[in-house]
Antibody, heavy 120, light 111 residues
């Protein structure tokens, strides 16, 4: 069974950092792009960042460019999201999602999400 | 402001047919990028409902169908059921932004 399990959410200080992890199982991890999608309270979905499959490259939404860094460890079947310079508007549920291909196409498996709250 | 535009809400009675529109531009849907649809039930993670404009993953009832034309796409739900009450999102790729884009979401209420 294909599964994604996020961890690392919690309370972060404005200007501080948090690191999210997403452990994958049940598929050949290295072959697929992986994305982070967030949902602020009461709001819609926002694609934040992703790392393509195969050789892989990282991509970011403008709202997090320069503050967040996505990486993947294919030996550990895990994708990470390093979140720096946190802002109140980063408060959201962060979902890890597997793409149906090696590039960013559509997300066929989602994790349950991890909640990030940025507040002093 | 979302790159893809959806109506914020729609409603329908059980058994009726409803459609949700998703309007994009020449840098996403109009550029030929496929449209995908997700259903998010209250308190749960999204799940893919339609991929590549009109394809249903296994397990998704054929009451759900997707179509695309020009810079817009639509999700149709026939034989509306109470369990269809959820938020629905369209998604595509935008070449100007070099990234995935979502619609703002549509809340479906079954009367």
């Amino acid at each position: 069974e294909v599964q994604l399990l996020e961890s690392g959410g919690g309370l972060g200080q404005p200007g501080g950092s948090l690191r999210l992890s997403c452990a994958a199982s049940g598929f050949t991890f290295s072959n697929y792009a992986m994305s982070w999608v967030r949902q602020a309270p009461g709001k819609g979905l926002e694609w934040v960042s992703g790392f393509s499959g195969g050789g892989g490259s990282a991509f970011y939404a403008d709202s997090v460019q320069g503050r967040f860094t996505v990486s993947r460890d294919n030996s550990r079947n895990t994708v990470y999201l390093q979140m720096n310079s946190l802002r109140a508007e980063d408060t959201a549920i962060y979902y890890c999602a597997k793409d149906g291909t090696a590039t960013f196409y559509y997300m066929d498996v989602w994790g349950k999400g991890t909640t990030v709250t940025v507040s002093s | 402001q979302s790159v893809l535009t959806q109506p914020p809400s729609i409603s329908g009675a059980p058994g009726q047919r409803v459609t949700i529109s998703c309007t994009g531009s020449s840098s996403n849907i109009g550029a030929g990028y496929d449209v995908h649809w997700y259903q998010q039930l209250p308190g749960t993670a999204p799940k893919v409902l339609i991929y590549r404009d009109s394809n249903r993953p296994s397990g998704v009832p054929d009451r759900f169908s997707g179509s695309k034309s020009g810079t817009s796409a639509s999700l149709a739900i026939t034989g509306l059921q109470a369990e269809d009450e959820a938020d629905y999102y369209c998604q595509s790729y935008d070449t100007s932004l070099s990234g995935v884009v979502f619609g703002g979401g549509t809340k479906l209420t079954v009367l």
